[in-house]
């Protein structure tokens, strides 16, 4: 199948699944293995198929979570049909998806300051990885709703990165928003020079993360989510606001922007 | 050996090695979709449209996902003529296929300004002219939905153009043979249609349209049976040639259109759920083609008829 969509000038897009596996409050894991993971970078996405035929029509598209070898792994959250379907996949499945898309993270300062807002973790997993491997010392703060939508506990204490919390029922960590935690690191910082800000979660979150990194004279990316037709740059239904005037691509200009492109809202 | 089937086709003078155009604003300017496929895979690309300036389209969200289907009201963000030529152009003249710069205006003017200096420019092949386009309030759709107005418009373009000159319709009127003779009579060498068919969609939880435009153009496999009806309609009214789309996903839809007589295809809201879908269309119609003895796309054309 391969050879034969490469003979025709495509490229294979054929994913087989290797592990899908709820995890808890609505929560998923989706593993696959493609040709083509290989290359992707912490905060890129894919775009998946979710089935063949007309219902749904548009892929969706999925921050990547993790990439071992030729796998790629996925963390979504079931919301609609898209990901409802989703989670009916089996292993040994095959799905079509795009990857990787998008522009990822950038390198980041001595101490990365990762942030995440629910299902904003996603991305900040393979990132966490990859900045250790760099020699950096990543710190985590991740925040939810409850307890229950603070996600990945286990991976990231098996990395040993230095993780905070806040929920806005207390449930776990501090009681309000993980804001307030970078708020903290900010003011406690030694070496502001040194760190680096880098978060995924609700706008509200990004846009309130980008005004505290911004005062504070520290490098800020953030990573947007957004629906998307494409997700290579061309139908333009993805954008949003950019402070210079005009509109940028989620897909092509992003998912990872410098916060300081971004007009918030 | 057995000898190659044979993919090409004419539209009036424009010869392409095969029946099926990216359709305007699902292909961008061919290089979004160059690392899944190659956009010479296509016969013809039709550019995202094109204005005079720069323009920064409609407000978020701009797309929902409907059945079989989806809206769109991006309004028609594009970079302007002059960035197109000085970044766009290159990259398109490097490919095998033939380029299709769409375009539109907010006045007869502007149109005829457009279709002058287009037809300067070395790398474009044909122009396609919007008057279609339902999510922008000045121009495009008056155009496309007075008869009178439509031939005025189309009068000035060609006779500014000097490539040939492709008419898009909209299917937002209440007789299209009406339009396409209009058009035909003021000089169009060619007619595509259908452009997307408005419609909207309710955010149900909010209360609220789903798009911020509140309505938008309906494209995919949703709108097929409209887009051959009107394909088949513009095909009893005038003698150039017809480009047909709309909902085209499959080999076979595409053959529905050639079957009516359309001399080619646009491939439009396919190239979103799938970059690969210009190889897939193109194997499928050979397939078909060559089960039935036919070794010419050509051959199949126009063989519609009422029992």
Redesign the interface.
Known sequence: MCTQ?AE????E?VATVTLSQPIGGGYHRLRFASSGAQNATPGQFVMV?VRDG??????RPFSIHMVEGDEVELLYREVGEGTGIMTGLKVGDRI?V?QPLGRGFGRGGKVPLLIGGGIGVAPLLYLAHSFLAAGKSPKLLLGGRTERDILCHDQFSCLAVPTRYATEDGSLGDTGLVTALLKDELDSAEDLGGLSVHACGPIPMLSAVARLAEGAGVACEVSLEA????G?????????KARDG??VRVC?DGPVFDSKKILWP | MAKEFDLSVKVGALELKNPLIAAS????YGS??A????P??YGAIAV?GLSLN?K??NP??????T????L?A?GL?NVGLRRFIEEKLDYLRTLDTKVIANFFGNTVEDYAAMASCLSEVEGIHALEMNISCPNVKAGGIAFGTDPLLAAEVVGAAKKAANLPLIVKLSPNVTDIKVLARAVEEAGADAISLINTITGMAVNLDRQTPALANVTGGLS??AIKPVALRMTWEALSAVKIPVIGLGGI?TGEDALEFLCLGACAVQIG?A??????SV?DI??EIEHYLTAKGIGRVTDFIGTFRIP
């Open positions: 969509s025709r000038g495509g490229r897009t198929r007309i219902a749904p029509l548009l892929r079509d795009l629906h998307m037709a494409c290579l740059g061309a139908c333009l239904g993805c954008v949003v005009g509109y092509a | 604003g699902t292909f961008g979004e979709f690392d899944f496929v190659d010479s895979s995202k720069p920064e389209g978020m969200p701009r797309i929902v996902e059945s079989a289907g989806m769109n991006i963000e995919g496999p996903v809201t190239n979103f759920i799938k970059p690969l190889l193109l194997s």
